[in-house]
Nanobody, 126 residues
Framework: QLQLVEAGGGLVQAGGSLRLSCVAS????????FGWFRQAPGKERGFVAG????????YYADPVKGRFTISRDNAKKTVFLQMDSLKSEDTGVYYC???????????????????WGQGTEVIVSA
């Protein structure tokens, strides 16, 4: 099973940018799809963005389309989430997740992922 460690969260003003990273170790990274989820205070954890095992298929939740970009670097075993034009509603803890099956596209369903990081907190001030 993959072990995931997120980094890059912090406090930023609305309109600013942050780049989250998720470093993986363990089973084969190159053939695994990944997702980013976030959990705002008092709310359930929800899908933000996903990237397929080949890096071609990318999916975004409607609230972040056009502002967030997911990417992967297989050589570094890292998945990134570039977040631009941040809004206060983007505040939350961001989690990286790896899909259980290899050679798959990303999924917006939490149940499709079997490995999760510890999360990194993002706070966007208005």
């Amino acid at each position: 099973q993959l072990q995931l460690v997120e980094a890059g969260g912090g406090l930023v003003q609305a309109g600013g940018s942050l780049r989250l990273s998720c470093v993986a170790s363990g089973r084969t990274f190159n053939f695994t799809a990944f997702g980013w989820f976030r959990q705002a205070p008092g709310k359930e954890r929800g899908f933000v963005a996903g990237i397929g095992w080949d890096g071609v298929d990318k999916y975004y939740a409607d609230p972040v389309k056009g502002r967030f970009t997911i990417s992967r670097d297989n050589a570094k075993k890292t998945v990134f989430l570039q977040m631009d034009s941040l809004k206060s509603e983007d505040t939350g803890v961001y989690y990286c997740a790896a899909r259980a099956q290899m050679y798959t596209i990303a999924s917006s369903s939490r149940g499709a992922y079997d490995a999760w990081g510890q999360g990194t907190e993002v706070i966007v001030s208005a």
